[in-house]
């Protein structure tokens, strides 16, 4: 057992599998685990390299094994995939993780630490809500329609729909489902100062953040994007320029060429969604505000290409700018415009 050098470790809910090598790349461990003897089984050990996909519990087992002196590197599972021969098993997972992880070119997450996973995962708490909140606001405009009461879109319509299930005089809805209707009306403010509670919390995380406040300097940046950002990008040195960590985001164009002729798709979508749409959603209001106007990049685009497409360009650019904010550790500095 003291003659490993790398391990590959494939995480679980109860059985942990582990494949490790020496220095010879001969396997000399190859085993699954319990939960309650991983720790207690790696601290036996003497220092080495470990490999995990950098899924689910990920980050915590990082921090405890690095913990107990070893070196630990979290690999994107689509990297993985690729070193798993034939069919999928535990063993063949743990034995790809170790082959993933030895080779020069692989590229690695950083591990987050405690705070930082805590702010990352405040921001799933806030989506979860988001999406139970449009399901609830969906459910009572359909539920309402079926007996010909509509509204208009947005905040304004929910509230008319509001107004007429709390009135009592309202008889367009039978009694069975004015109950329903109801609770479906305490759901949504409910989960309206739910969201409040979470908004808040964000919010107050990201002034004491010195990265989040950097972040917040630079336009089509709000509060909730500055602290996604800076929760969910812990290591921004991982990658060499803006660029890369813009193609990270999948907010650049799909490339697919053969023969020396490379062809340009839509965006590749990689990466990150929720950073993702929150850039777009970014890019969006710096588009529709007067800020566009004065800006020649944004109007020469403008003349020429759609407006999403225009947004989509924009926030590639912010993602950039943010990559350069983090590494410098500065505020935005916007270029001058010429009269």
Known sequence: MTDVSRIGL????????????????????????????????????????????????????????TRLGHMVRLIPPGYVKAYVRRNKTDAADAAAICEAVGRPSMRFVAAK????????????????????????????????AEFGIMASKGVSGINDLLASVADPDDSRIAD??????????????????????????????????KTCRHLNTIPGFGPVLSAAMAARVSNPHAFDSGRHFAASLG?????????????????????????????????????????AKQDPWLVKLLATKPLKLVAVALANKMARIGWAVMVRQEDFRAEPVAA
């Open 176 to 209: 069975p489902l004015r109950a329903g209707l109801a609770a479906l009306a305490a759901t949504l403010g409910a989960l309206e100062t739910q969201l409040e509670a979470v908004d808040k919390a964000m919010v107050s995380w990201g002034r004491a953040d």
């Open 10 to 65: 494939d995480l679980a809910k109860s059985v942990f599998q582990v494949h490790g090598v020496n220095a010879r790349e001969e396997v000399t461990v190859r085993r699954p685990l319990r939960r309650a003897q991983l720790l207690v089984w790696f601290g036996r050990l003497p220092p080495c390299l470990i490999g995990m996909e950098a899924c689910a519990t990920a980050h915590c087992w990082a921090r405890e094994l």
């Open 251 to 291: 907010v650049v164009p799909r490339q697919d060429g053969t023969g020396g002729k490379v062809k340009l798709g839509p965006i590749s979508k990689r990466g990150d969604g929720y950073l993702r749409r929150l850039l777009v959603n970014g890019a969006m209001a710096v588009v529709r505000s007067k800020r």
């Open 113 to 144: 630490t405690a705070p930082q996973q805590a702010a990352s995962g405040i921001h799933r708490v806030r989506e979860l809500l988001m999406k139970q909140r449009t399901a609830a606001m969906n459910a009572l405009r359909g539920l309402m």
